[in-house]
């Protein structure tokens, strides 16, 4: 059971306190998947000290369709294109995604959980 981690890069849609931006305007953020700590969440880190967790079905439901959950919501944005949208009460935080990218990091979270979800399987 190993960690997913890919890093991509995003463009901020919204004012924010994110300073880290490329030369194409774009911020680097990590995608995460740990299956053995939570088999259901991901988390995303932008610079500094954002972090945002959110359930992996929300996220791969965003992809075709609107979703949200709590504080979070997600949807496509043309062909090519995700947003996720964070609220807080420092604010909120809308972040432009390739949709590749995205569904390039859920593949690998779903193969990384199979042994995860089968070990629980087995031990029902």
């Not at 919204?14 to 030369?23: K, N, P, S």
Request: glycine share 4%.
């Amino acid at each position: 059971m190993s960690v997913v981690e890919q890093y991509a890069r995003a463009h901020i849609v919204t004012d924010t306190d994110v300073q880290v931006l490329d030369e194409r305007g774009a911020i680097p953020v990590v995608l995460r998947y740990d299956p053995e700590a939570d088999p259901q969440v991901v988390r995303m880190r932008l610079p500094g000290p954002h972090e945002w967790s959110l359930s992996r079905s929300l996220l791969e439901q965003g992809l075709r369709a609107p979703a949200s959950s709590g504080d979070v919501r997600v949807w496509p944005c043309g062909r090519v294109q995700a947003v996720v949208e964070f609220h807080s009460a420092q604010g909120v935080s809308v972040v432009q995604f390739d949709t590749k990218a995205l569904m390039r990091f859920l593949r690998r979270t779903y193969l990384a959980a199979a042994p995860v979800e089968r070990e629980a399987e087995l031990r029902r």
